[in-house]
């Protein structure tokens, strides 16, 4: 609640707010009882035809009452609106107060407005967009955008179910989306030529979008997920850099903060880059899996983001097979110890990684990943003991342990031995004596060997039991022949 009232958290978005893909309502700008405006300001002259040595201009807020409406670019001639986009540019870079509902309601309306026809302009094409225009939309863009985030929740404690807590939305949302929105059609507008708007849509201005991925708003996320992974398609000259940021934000999130709202959207978009890997891989590639992807297994968070990060994992193996073994071995280092939640995400994902593991790659970790599979089959947790046994429903995985059952079963037996004795769960029993019954058609000699070789460490195992008994059974008829004189009692 306290999170809440500090924040400032509104309702949660319902259907209409956005469609599937994060792109916000139809925009309409024919609509609406404002025709955009114009801001007689007495500081300010008026502008001229755009020239290309024009200097940044510093905006200031509009005095209350002067504002006026605009007409609509249909409405002047074409050799005018140049300098009417620049005007409209100009009214929205004014901020506005959202914390009050009641505050500025016409002068927000208007703005609302202006930024409807600015981004209906640019998505019909109906002109071309000077470069002295692209350099006032992006300063725009930027006045609005790039802003310090509300902090995080400080208590520590793990992400709530999105179906439980209402996450935080932000109040400017109405003027924001837009703002996005003329954004992403600047950067999939086909006239928008890269030599030009990279002058503007640069490395300063990338890394301070990437910021914003922390955003708690997640139809702001949506936004940033499509843009960033637009400007990667089509900003060549981008594509190291963007990939080294996200990296940077990667480890700072694993090593020093374990917090971060859009580590799943930077993932989905890194989903489509793996994607597009040429082959044979690029060092760089791998390495990025090694140091980045693989130890974003270790934060307890990682349900929030796990299926985006296996997506991205299994992308890897499954353009090159050889990797198979670096990735099963680097589950294997950060395996969950005490979170049984944790433990079963990955096994989900394991299995995927055998999907797509060639049997060479099997033989070189099938040792310790048996040794860590033996350990889940007798977990006490039963959907992690189910989720182990799970395994062996999946055809090419029983194909890769029948061909190294001489070195799996031994690993095993003692723990399908130790379930069938005493596992409380009748789902999970009835799951290994399957398993055990699939090693004896597989091999009976085999299976008899393990079953001897149990017997008798189980029978050494009793021996020691017993010798173990009988000398504190002699230790204690001494003490009892003593009568107690030397012992000490507690």
């Not at 009214?91 to 981004?119: A, G, M, W, Y």
Request: charged share 25%; proline share 6%; net charge neutral.
């Amino acid at each position: 609640m306290l999170r809440k009232i500090m924040k400032g958290g509104h309702r949660k978005p319902s259907k209409s707010d956005g469609n599937d893909f994060g792109l916000g309502p139809p925009l309409n700008s024919g609509s609406g009882p404002a025709n955009n405006v114009v801001v007689n300001h007495s500081s300010r002259a008026a502008l001229g035809p755009p020239s290309p040595h024009s200097r940044p201009t510093v905006f200031v807020s509009p005095p209350m009452n002067t504002v006026e409406p605009f007409p609509f670019f249909r409405d002047v001639p074409v050799a005018e609106r140049p300098n009417l986009f620049l005007r409209k540019l100009q009214l929205c870079c004014f901020h506005f107060d959202f914390t009050d509902t009641l505050k500025s309601v016409r002068e927000k309306e208007i703005k609302r407005q202006t930024l409807l026809e600015l981004v209906d302009f640019i998505q019909s094409g109906s002109g071309k967009i000077t470069e002295n225009c692209q350099e006032e939309m992006i300063k725009m863009v930027s006045v609005n955008v790039f802003r310090c985030l509300p902090p995080h929740d400080s208590t520590g404690q793990e992400p709530t179910d999105p179906e439980e807590d209402e996450p935080y939305l932000e109040p400017s949302w109405s003027h924001l989306q837009l703002v996005y929105e003329l954004l992403l059609r600047y950067v999939v507008m086909s006239d928008t030529d890269t030599k030009v708007a990279k002058r503007y849509v640069d490395h300063s201005f990338v890394l301070k979008l990437l910021d914003l991925f922390d955003s708690e708003d997640p139809r702001e996320r949506e936004y940033l997920k499509t843009i960033l992974h637009r400007i990667y398609g089509k900003f060549m000259v981008h594509r190291p850099f963007i990939r080294k940021a996200i990296n940077n934000i990667f480890y700072r999130f694993i090593y020093e903060t374990e917090r971060h709202s859009g580590i799943g959207e930077l993932l989905e978009i890194l989903g489509s880059i793996i994607n597009g890997f040429a082959l044979p891989m690029k060092e760089e590639h791998k390495l990025f899996l090694v140091r980045a992807l693989i130890p974003l297994h270790k934060p307890k968070h990682i349900s929030v983001y796990h299926q985006q990060l296996s997506y991205c994992i299994i992308q890897f193996v499954e353009k090159d097979y050889k990797l198979a073994d670096t990735v099963i071995r680097g589950l294997l280092k950060y395996w969950p110890v005490t979170n049984c939640q944790k433990e079963v995400l990955f096994l989900g994902e394991l299995e995927e990684v055998l999907e797509a593991t060639q049997s060479a790659e099997f033989q070189r970790c099938m040792v310790p990943l048996f040794r860590q599979i033996a350990r889940c089959l007798t977990s006490s947790h039963f959907q992690v003991a189910e989720r182990a046994l799970f395994l062996w429903n999946n055809e090419h995985i029983v194909s890769l342990i029948a061909q190294n059952r001489t070195v799996v079963l031994p690993i095993i037996y003692e723990a399908l031995e130790k379930n069938i004795q005493s596992h409380w769960n009748q789902a999970i029993h009835g799951l290994t004596i399957n398993i055990r019954k699939m090693f004896l058609d597989m091999d009976t000699e085999l299976f008899e060997m393990c079953q001897r070789q149990y017997a008798e460490k189980e029978s050494r195992a009793r021996h020691v039991e017993e010798q173990r008994e009988l000398t504190w059974k002699r230790l204690a008829d001494v003490a009892a022949q003593r009568g107690g004189e030397d012992m000490i009692t507690v």
